[in-house]
């Protein structure tokens, strides 16, 4: 058995193949990874709150030192030389494959004469040469190298490790040990460490797990929240202080322009000491959002650290909302507490769409249009126009939006009306259903109830020229148009079937003459009224006429089509189950995106996407019945299923289907919800299905006993 060696790489080639391939591993994943792309809106704000939580990103400069590496690597391996290499006798011989021997002895006289040490040739050349003859010439050589690819025979087998041999080196023990220890026992757990502390941190929407803890103290504390009380618990979030983040900064002119900006603000609770709304960073913090909401110029250096409170704020708004929803879920199951009140979480809604459109609570949403100024206000709510929102702005006649904002131009007119056309208008239907069970109409108390909603996402058309004045406007709800159709039709088919009265009385009495028919409104509807007493007179005579065989065929026709019809229900109801079902199988697999449209906004520093709010509530309570729905993929069509408990008790309920936008002023929807609550149906303990036998001799015991009463039924039958 041929002998084994273990050798390590002396010369460095191996070890240049494997330090290529590694450093190759590392750098085209990592280009791949950080490669510039076209990216969309929500992978930027994604980005963005990774930049503002400090994680760490490879620089371009890492990535270009790495290829370099990797390129000289590459440019290194690609000059060694090779030293394995199938050993050929004809190649060192200089011939072709299948020589014949008078063609190897020709030119192995010719290469001895030009290699041979005599000659002054090279003598380990000579040797290569000598044995690549022998190989070809000498029997038991030719055999060998056919066998095992060398003319001497089986060689001791080499494994060959890619690792310089001074690595293993008596002299270098004690500075391999260092290395390793360094590189596994202080780096690799500073580096674990780091990011398991810096993850931790943060919540899965990037949120500081201190910020979190701080919204729900206050929102506990003070169940009924005010605007100004909501702006100091969102400027003290932990995310606007240096010592928990790095991007937030306090700066040595902050001491000169803040008070300035204070002063011209007014009151905005500087005196109150409680903390850690008194603390530097919340104080300035809270005055540029109030600043940003008042639209004041500020100092560039104050302008960059307002664009990051601004951009940071609806993450943290959205982060209130979720809080308040867990301290809901909290009071309702647990009891012991006051759950935040409606107005508290609508507060934080309210306040979103006021940071991403720069405006405050109190002013117009004409403001949120370009060239709108406090003072072109005057003309729009003057008693001959009156408008104060953009649904009345959508509405008025195009010559009398045009002679109302004259004071625009035209062109900057055009550019009113093509932001104001991109505005959302979103139409809202609503499905009340108990699902799993026998009757989803029929909602008894404490079932669970759904409320499936379809919006469905327009743009807010402009009316242009003159129409009529009983024209259904765009943005509202063609709900009385609807309830008009639905009225005229039942007339209608009233009439319709007033009508074949008449005809019946004819047939049945031949009196009634045509002109009859004709008359006046009250005269037919006495006519009407008498034929149809007569008509029931004869219908009931006719009826006494009738044999019991065929009242008992009438009976059961009738029954017939009532079960039919009832089967027909339980199928139409079973799809529209089953459809629902795979509609939400269908959303839980697929993964949409969170792009949508982007919002117009003069004053927030990036782009926006378009998302909304809906949920239902009490609002004679103040409570929310079902919690918030974040709907963030809304570009056509979405579909949401609202789910909550009916209420323990019986009688009628008033709720509202509420739509919130998080970046529009005005555009929000308010829809109500009706709710008839009926006594839950008792549990039968008796029910036949629970009857199943233990054995089989007990079902065959019972087979027995049933047909023994069918035969004695059967025997008193015939008696």
């Not at 089509?561 to 199928?571: F, L, R």
Request: aromatic share 8%; hydrophobic share 35%.
């Amino acid at each position: 058995m041929a002998g084994q060696q273990f050798q390590y790489d002396d010369n460095g080639n191996t070890f240049f193949y494997f330090l290529t391939s590694f450093v190759g591993l590392i750098v085209i994943p990592a280009t791949y990874y950080l490669w510039p792309r076209d990216q969309n809106a929500e992978q930027l704000r994604l980005k963005s709150l990774r930049r503002v939580h400090g994680r760490f990103q490879l620089d371009g400069f890492v990535l270009l030192f790495g290829w370099a590496v990797f390129l000289l690597l590459a440019y290194k391996v690609s000059k060694l030389d090779r030293e394995y290499q199938e050993y050929n006798p004809y190649e060192v011989l200089n011939l072709d494959p299948g020589a014949s021997q008078s063609e190897i002895k020709k030119q192995y006289r010719v290469l001895s004469l030009k290699h041979h040490p005599d000659k002054g040739g090279d003598e380990a050349t000579f040797m290569r040469i000598a044995k690549a003859y022998a190989a070809l010439t000498n029997e038991q050589s030719r055999q060998n190298w056919e066998m095992y690819g060398n003319p001497d025979g089986p060689g001791a087998t080499s494994f060959g490790i890619a690792l310089p041999a001074w690595i293993v080196d008596q002299k270098n023990s004690m500075l391999v040990l260092l290395v390793y220890g360094l590189a596994f026992m202080v780096i690799l757990p500073v580096v674990v460490g780091t990011w398991w502390y810096r993850s931790i941190r943060y919540s899965g929407d990037q949120i500081l797990i201190n910020t979190t803890q701080l919204f729900m103290h206050f929102m506990y504390k003070t169940p009924n929240m005010n605007m100004k009380r909501l702006a100091m618990v969102l400027t003290a979030a932990f995310e606007f202080d240096p010592r928990s983040n790095k991007e937030a900064t306090i700066r040595p002119t902050d001491n000169i322009e803040v008070p300035q900006l204070i002063r011209e603000l007014g009151n905005i609770n500087v005196k109150k000491k409680e903390p850690p709304f008194c603390y530097p960073y919340s104080l300035k913090a809270r005055v540029l959002v109030l600043a940003h909401l008042a639209r004041m110029d500020i100092s560039e250096e104050l302008e960059e650290d307002q664009r990051f409170v601004v951009r940071k704020s609806p993450a943290l708004l959205q982060e209130m909302i979720n809080v308040g929803c867990q301290l809901t879920m909290m009071a309702n199951s647990r009891g012991g507490f006051h759950a935040p009140r409606l107005v508290t979480i609508e507060n934080c809604m309210k306040l979103t769409q006021m940071i991403v459109q720069g405006l405050q609570e109190s002013k117009s949403p004409l403001l949120q249009l370009p060239h709108f100024e406090e003072e072109h206000l005057r003309y729009c709510i003057s008693k001959k126009y009156k408008v104060r929102s953009l649904q009345d702005l959508v509405s008025l006649k195009d010559s009398d939006r045009r002679s109302m904002l004259r004071f625009l131009g035209e062109e900057k007119y055009d550019e009113v009306m093509a932001v104001l056309g991109s505005f959302p208008h979103i139409t809202m239907d609503t499905k009340l259903q108990v699902l799993d069970d026998e009757d989803s109409n029929n909602i008894t108390a404490g079932s669970i109830v759904t409320v499936t909603i379809t919006l469905s996402r327009k743009r807010m058309a402009v009316r242009n020229g003159d129409t009529s004045k009983t024209k259904t406007k765009v943005w509202q709800n063609k709900s009385k148009g609807a309830k008009k159709t639905a009225k005229s039709k039942k007339k209608k088919l009233t009439k319709k079937k007033a009508t074949p009265a008449p005809a019946k009385a004819k047939q049945a009495n031949g009196n009634v003459t045509g002109n009859e028919v004709v008359a006046a409104p009250s005269a037919v509807k006495e006519e009407e009224d008498e034929v149809s007493d007569k008509g029931s007179e004869s219908d009931e005579g006719e009826a006494n006429k009738d044999s019991p065989s065929e009242r008992d065929e009438d009976s059961d026709k009738q029954s017939d089509t009532e079960v039919d019809e009832m089967a027909g229900d339980d199928e139409e109801e079973w799809e529209a189950l089953q459809q629902s079902i795979q509609r939400r199988e269908r959303a839980l697999l697929e993964t949409k995106s969170k792009v949508t449209h982007p919002v117009y906004s003069l004053y927030f520093p990036e782009e926006k996407q378009e998302w909304w709010w809906l949920y239902i509530a009490d609002r004679r309570d103040q409570t929310l019945v079902s919690m918030p729905y974040h709907v963030c993929t809304l570009k056509d069509t979405e579909e949401v299923e609202l789910k909550f408990p009916a209420p323990s008790k019986t009688g009628n309920y008033q709720y509202s289907v509420i739509l919130r936008s998080d970046s529009y002023l005005g555009l929000d929807q308010i829809k109500p919800l009706k709710l008839e609550v009926h006594e839950a149906k008792a549990m039968l303990d008796n029910h036949p299905q629970w009857d199943i036998p233990d054995t089989e001799e007990e079902d065959e015991e019972q087979e027995d006993s049933d047909g023994i009463e069918e035969s004695e039924d059967d025997d008193e039958d015939n008696d």
